[in-house]
């Protein structure tokens, strides 16, 4: 298969207009030592229905979770993606069109990204929103170098409820910006505000999450004020579909609001392409990272849509930049949008209004101790009578995934699970989980 | 060719806020006849989101206008230089969705997502043979992530060695990533000049080298479409200093099954999958950036490695010298499925893409040099650079008037006023799936544009005039910044409490 244009006659003509006789000649200019001089050693080509067929092979091998009843969460979901997300997806336009640079030609890019921030200004309660990073680990790292250099401070602290990629990242990430990194433990599956101010003292920021990585309410409103006594930008890691029944970041004092977008219209897709989105207080747009769309007007007053305040970017500030990103997650952005509009106000807080009921059905129906005391927004954990990575193994053999094994992350959980729940679940699917854990648990 | 009429009449295209009417939906999500446990007040959203309220035919309208009112590759030729905007073979959207990707949870126990671990493993090791170097992570999530890895895995190489380097040399003609990641990556940044001939300054290179040296980033060919013809120089320059060469991906589209970077003497490589290997571009992203890297800074790499013992793969994050995790899983899962896909589609015959964007590219140049500025007269690789600074001086019309008048010709403006070594730059990319008729038309566009700039120059300076826009006043936009709807001006479309 190939998806080249050019015919034998037109290779032809080309080459006496450029005066060459080959391709070769072209290519002159590649020293001889560096040549490869044979053929990439690459399976042979395939024509697109044997194409499809082997990959459909390769997709076939994955156990799914529409092919068994997956209670997986731990920081991507699989919350409802309407058809209409599809729709944005499937637009040549949006699809094949790039970060734009030429407005005249990208009013519609433009403006779904405007509308995009506004949404999430909207849910987070802040003033401005970039047009999106990689992902929900990959922001935490770029607000802390916000933080960073706002606060000339040089130490970030991290609540250990915090999602543990996200932690991981950020610690990646800490020594090329010289910052140390603390982390607050967790105590009965929340953060302690007392214990975040001792810790927040001389730090830039706080990161904590709501609902946390253990699926417990945190005390935010008392955790961004701790970290604001000390001086610390609060920065709160939350989830798009909570914010139609859980309050707004802005509304508690943050200054900062991030997260990981999958959850709000992107399908899981082991793990990406997601979104990232990072939103702020007004005083700190100088220093957000990524692309921001503004309104302005055109030459005839038209209202009209531009990338703006580029001198924070690489392309125009370069080493002194506020990041180096600019390929970003637009187009999951999109999808994002799309899901939001199409529930709107009402149908957000349906969902939350789903997820919280299921969460507490799930506490009441399953016969295990739940781990931590927190209300849980859509995500308890249990305490498992032995190892959770067995019971995970058990009752995937009677077609259940029950869950994500804490024990991964935490030291002292190999016998905590962590059970998820979205709109997409009912409660006969909750007591179909409680009757097997009961069997495997037994 | 076709042009927009000047004048034509776009719809207006209100925006979502303005589409909302209080009390009108679309998705009606499950309830259950469930109780919904209170949560406490302090935690309790206090306002609803005035998240837009619409019906689901006027979303799809919505979404059908924004993408009218969007010029992509499927609309027509985007020779926007360095962003390789190729052909994206459809059928990469149907694999991407397919169930057991889609709806494949990245927790899934290894033993149960072994389709998805092959096709990774597959993808790296097709990607350690393209750019010759053994070792691949797919983590990184755009070309950037993956040079701020590159830097990390030199300061780990180092630091594990017990040597102290503080600098990271670039080429003037560098994209702005590299000198943004040297900064990220906490090192010192060092510029080298271009010769007369576009290649890296040897000369310069030789004083500015020394222990203190960490390495170089480098794009080959470079951001003026041309290979370094020196590079086994600049390679010895480096290693004989001690320090390592890092490749940006973000050209790899002219050279690949031609020249290897591993074989250039890069010791780290990135590559651009939306570029290269056709994923696509999305109005600005999703990417992949993923990084090979030779045996000796193997230890080094982010985890999860995906990993495979005999017939089975695994995701293992046993690596005590590893860097870390630079994003979310193992990578963006679903760029990879699409271009694991386009390599397969092509095979060993991928040397094929490469010549025909070079190809195409030198047709262009060889058009065109003889009405616009050309800064370096070689034959060039995937891409090139023209300037327009004969049009400025002689009639004042600028690179920019060039690109905007382009819009009204129904092309996509190439890359402007970059690089920055090149006064009024138009970089020009056509890749490989530009058919000859495609490049013609932009010929006739380039040279009658040209011509327009000395008959009526105010012709190309008030362009465009065929687009939803005219210019815009950028400065208003940064002086008086409106980064979200005012729903404060509309009361009326806010949702009832």
């Not at chain 2, 999530?141 to 594990?160: C, H, I, K, P, V």
């Not at chain 2, 040279?447 to 012709?459: C, V, Y």
Request: aromatic content about 8%; proline content about 7%; hydrophobic content about 40%.
């Amino acid at each position: 298969m190939s998806y080249l244009a050019l015919t034998d006659a037109d290779r032809e003509e080309m080459l006496a207009a450029i005066g060459v006789s080959s391709v070769d000649e072209l290519f002159e200019q590649v020293p001889e030592g560096v040549r490869l001089g044979r053929e990439l050693d690459l399976p042979p080509a395939l024509g697109e229905p044997e194409l499809v067929r082997h990959i459909e092979e390769l997709a076939s091998r994955n156990v799914h979770t529409g092919a068994e009843l997956s209670f997986l969460g731990a920081g991507i979901y699989d919350h409802y993606v309407p058809a209409v997300a599809d729709v944005v997806l499937s637009r040549g336009e949006f699809l094949t069109a790039y970060t734009p640079y030429q407005p005249e030609m990208s009013q519609g890019v433009l403006q779904a990204i405007f509308e995009y921030q506004t949404v999430v200004c909207e849910l987070t309660g802040m003033d401005v929103s970039n047009a999106s990073g990689y992902d929900g680990s990959t922001v935490a790292a770029d607000a802390c170098f916000v933080a960073q250099h706002v606060t000339g401070r040089r130490k970030v602290v991290l609540a250990e409820t915090l999602n543990p990629q996200v932690r991981q990242v950020v610690k990646t990430y800490a020594p090329g910006f010289g910052l140390e990194v603390v982390e607050v433990p967790q105590c009965g599956g929340v953060t302690n505000p007392d214990e975040l101010r001792r810790a927040a003292d001389e730090a830039a920021a706080v990161i904590f999450q709501q609902p946390n990585f253990l699926g417990c309410l945190e005390p935010a409103p008392e955790l961004a004020e701790a970290a604001a006594d000390a001086g610390a930008l609060p920065i709160a890691h939350v989830d798009l579909m909570s914010l139609g029944v859980l309050e707004a970041p802005g509304a508690y004092g943050c200054a900062l609001a991030i997260g990981e977008g999958q959850a709000a219209g992107n399908w899981q897709s082991y793990g990406g392409p997601h979104y990232g989105f990072l939103a702020a207080r007004n005083d700190l747009v100088r220093r957000m990272p990524g692309r921001i769309v503004g309104e302005t007007v055109d030459l005839d007053g038209r209202r009209a849509f531009v990338l703006t305040l580029q001198t924070r970017e690489q392309h125009i500030r370069r080493e002194k930049a506020t990041s180096n990103i600019t390929t970003n997650q637009t187009l999951l952005a999109f999808a994002g949008l799309a899901t939001l509009a199409w529930l709107g106000p009402a149908g957000l807080r349906e969902v939350g209004e789903t997820c919280l009921a299921l969460a507490q059905y799930a506490r009441e129906r399953i016969q295990l101790e739940p781990a931590f005391e927190a209300q849980a927004f859509k995500e308890v954990a249990f305490r498992t009578p032995l190892a959770a990575r067995e019971v995970v193994r058990r009752a995937r053999e009677r077609g259940v995934h029950p869950g994500y094994a804490l024990g991964r992350d935490y030291e002292g959980m190999d016998d905590v699970l962590l059970v998820a729940v979205t709109e997409k679940k009912t409660a006969d699917d909750v007591d179909r989980l409680a009757a097997v854990l009961a069997e495997v648990c037994g | 060719m076709s042009t927009h009429e000047p004048g034509q009449t776009w719809p207006d295209a209100p925006l979502l806020f303005e589409r909302s009417r209080p009390g009108r939906r679309a998705g009606r999500p499950p309830q259950l006849d469930l109780p919904v446990p209170e949560v406490a007040e302090s935690l309790r959203r206090s306002r609803p989101p005035r998240l837009p309220e619409v019906s689901e035919p006027e979303l799809v309208r919505h979404f059908t206008a924004l993408a009218d009112r969007t010029f992509g590759v499927d609309t027509g030729f985007y020779p926007l230089g360095s962003c390789t905007m190729k052909h994206n073979p459809r059928v990469h959207e149907r694999l991407a969705g397919l169930p057991g990707f889609r709806d494949l949870h990245p927790y899934q126990e290894d033993e149960a997502a072994q389709g998805a671990l092959e096709l990774m493993w597959r993808l790296q090791e097709m990607l350690a043979e393209i750019a010759g170097l053994p070792a691949v992570t797919l983590q990184p999530a755009a070309g950037s992530q993956g040079e701020l890895t590159g830097l990390m895995l030199m300061r780990a190489y180092f630091a594990d060695r017990g040597e102290d380097r503080d600098t990271i040399i670039t080429a003037d003609t560098a994209h702005g990533t590299n000198p943004a990641s040297v900064t990220m990556a906490g090192y010192k940044l060092a510029k080298v000049e271009t010769d007369a001939r576009g290649n890296l300054d040897l000369d310069d290179l030789r004083a500015k080298v020394d222990e203190r040296t960490a390495g170089l980033m480098l794009t080959n060919p470079s951001t003026l479409g041309l290979f370094d013809e020196g590079i086994e120089d600049v390679a010895r320059i480096f290693h004989d200093a001690g320090a390592l060469l890092y490749y940006d991906g973000a050209n790899l589209n002219a050279v690949v099954g031609i020249s290897r970077p591993g074989d250039m003497g890069f010791d780290i490589v990135h590559y651009n999958l939306h570029k290269t290997f056709s994923q696509p571009h999305g109005g600005g992203g999703p990417g992949g950036g993923p990084v090979a890297v030779r045996e000796t800074i193997e230890p080094y790499l982010p985890v999860p490695r995906v990993t495979r013992d005999g017939e089975s793969y695994h995701l293992d994050s046993g690596k005590p010298k590893s860097i870390g995790r630079v994003r979310g899983f193992a990578g963006p899962f679903g760029v990879f499925v699409r271009s694991y896909a386009f390599i397969r589609a092509y095979g060993p015959e991928l040397r094929e893409m490469s010549e025909a964007a070079v190809l195409n590219a030198n047709y262009l140049l060889a058009q065109l040099r003889d009405v616009y500025d050309l800064p370096y007269d070689r034959h060039c690789m995937h891409e090139f650079v023209l300037s327009a600074r004969n049009l400025k001086r002689e009639h004042g019309v600028t690179a920019l008037d060039v690109a905007k008048r382009l819009m009204d010709y129904g092309i996509h403006p190439p890359t402007v006023y970059f690089p920055l070594v090149v006064p009024e730059a138009l970089m020009i990319e056509p890749t490989e799936t530009e058919p000859k008729e495609r490049l013609d038309e932009f010929v006739a566009a380039m040279r009658r544009i040209a011509e327009e700039a000395a008959t009526d120059p105010e012709l190309v300076r008030d362009a465009p005039r065929g687009r939803p826009v005219r210019r815009l006043d950028e400065v208003r936009a940064v002086k008086q910044p409106v980064l979200r709807y005012l729903f404060e001006e509309h009361p009326a479309l806010v949702p009832a409490e």
